[in-house]
């Protein structure tokens, strides 16, 4: 019996190592997760303003042709001047140079003021970009280590499962099923010792005559009060 209770004891150690990798692997995961999200946060802020200033500047580029066309339009008009007949027809060309030459100024001064959300938004891209390739380094250098981890961890999940696996041939199948509702239902812990008369799992005091039991090792005992098994050793 005592051979029995070690060796569930050492399948309980199994599973705290199998949990502990376990969650180890899920915080890799939880990191991968966030790594992305902080990355792609970043390249979509860098790829938005790109967006922008490719937009602005397609309209910058048709605010430049409609310049270059109301320029035409004023170096026409203005040509037209000498051959003008009227005082009437002079009077309306002039005015269709001053209405062009309006329109002119009014396109310069929104291809001014578009030139300025260029640069503002050159810069913020510009920054992004600096904040977005040590940052891509540093996520690239993470996953790197974590995928060795991830590898190294792997090959410790594999070898332990394993080990459980030949350890539970071990019992009969009450007792796994025992103690794997105990493990479900009790924290990861289904074994755990009786000191001084006392269960160390639920800190409750055990009746006198199952303590005693415990030490002659004729059967598995549980404790009444969180129904683990028990185990004792010996006392100074």
Do not use: W
Not at 141 to 151: Q, T
């Amino acid at each position: 019996m005592q051979d029995r209770m070690q060796r569930l004891k050492d399948m309980q150690e199994l599973d705290v190592q199998l949990n502990a990798i376990t969650q180890e692997r899920q915080s890799f995961a939880a990191e991968e997760n966030q790594l992305g999200e902080e990355l792609g946060r970043v390249q979509a802020m860098a790829d938005a303003l790109e967006s922008e200033i490719e937009q602005l500047q397609g309209r910058r580029r048709e605010l430049a042709l409609a310049l270059s066309q109301e320029q035409e339009n004023v170096k026409k008009a203005e040509g037209r001047l000498p051959s003008i007949k009227t005082q009437k027809e002079y009077v309306a060309v002039l005015k269709e140079i001053d209405t062009a030459k309006k329109m002119n100024k009014d396109i310069q001064e929104r291809m001014e003021a578009t030139d300025g959300e260029i640069e503002a938004l050159v810069r913020d891209r510009d920054e992004k970009a600096t904040q977005l390739k040590p940052l891509a380094a540093r996520v690239k250098e993470r996953r790197s280590e974590m995928a060795a981890d991830s590898s190294r961890l792997d090959a410790e999940l594999a070898e332990k499962t394993s080990q459980r696996e030949e350890l539970l041939k071990e019992f009969p199948h009450t007792i796994r099923r025992r103690y794997q509702t105990l493990i479900d239902r009790r924290g990861g812990v289904a074994i755990v010792e009786a000191r001084r008369g006392t269960c160390l799992g639920c800190n409750m005091q055990l009746p006198p005559q199952l303590y005693n039991s415990l030490f002659t090792l004729e059967e598995i005992q549980a404790c009444p009060h969180c129904h683990r098994l028990l185990y004792v050793l010996a006392e100074g």
